[in-house]
């Protein structure tokens, strides 16, 4: 198994861009996905395939990935996108790794 | 429209054992790949376990020779069976629906509510 490492925090405000990112050795060969997840909710699928978008998740939700980072971009950051968002990806192994999380709060 | 609806949880003492289930409605949880997910209090998403439409099975390390995942295709519910239970169990956990690359289970499409499994004496 191998990890993910994102930062614990990161602010923005209202109508700003908000870039988290996702860092492992793996994701050159495998894909990424995101899901944001608010207090007391399960988590909530935001990007697959490090860049596609499911239906029903606003088109302000982006993802890149280059080397061995992929990155989660809202744009326009809304007070009701304030929440915990995890990268994850798969391993070698059938099993799935998650990073930390990183806590986005809308100032 | 998919729901995924566990139950099971609840308090029990170091050692001993629980059965969660994972009630899906929407889909056929035996043509699907399904996997539990927990997360402790205050805490990251940590993978537990999946189970492939044709039955094979895989595990975190944390959890392997303790827990068993399985499923009833008549029911079309999922399980975990938890045996060997420890403190550092103690989380939410969550079933989810994959979602598949290439014959591959890679990502968590669809999630449960989560049910609270508590573990201490």
């Known amino acids: 198994s191998y990890e993910l490492t994102q930062p614990p925090s990161v602010s923005v405000s209202p109508g700003q861009t908000a870039r988290i990112t996702c860092s492992g050795d793996a994701l050159p060969k495998q894909y990424a996905y995101w899901y944001q997840q608010k207090p007391g909710q399960a988590p909530v699928l935001v990007i697959y395939k490090d860049s596609e978008r499911p239906s029903g998740i606003p088109e302000r939700f982006s993802g890149s990935s280059s080397g061995t980072t992929v990155t989660l971009t809202i744009s326009g950051v809304q007070a009701e996108d304030e929440a915990d968002y995890y990268c994850q990806s798969a391993d070698s192994s059938g099993g799935r790794v998650f990073g930390g999380g990183t806590k986005l709060t809308v100032l | 429209e998919v729901q995924l609806v566990e139950s099971g949880g609840g308090l029990v003492q170091p050692g001993g054992s629980l059965r969660l289930s994972c009630a899906a409605s929407g889909f056929t949880v035996s043509s699907n790949y399904m996997s539990w997910v927990r997360q402790a209090p205050g805490k990251g998403l940590e993978w537990v376990s999946v189970i492939y439409s044709g039955g094979s099975t895989y595990y975190a390390d944390s959890v392997k020779g303790r827990f068993t995942i399985s499923r009833d295709n008549s029911k079309n519910t999922l399980y975990l069976q938890m045996n060997s239970l420890r403190a550092e169990d103690t989380a939410v956990y969550y079933c989810?629906?994959?979602?598949?690359?290439?014959?591959?289970?890679?990502?968590?499409?669809?999630w449960g509510q989560g049910t609270l499994v508590t573990v201490s004496s």
């Open positions: 989810a629906r994959d979602g598949v690359v290439v014959g591959v289970a890679e990502y968590f499409q669809h």
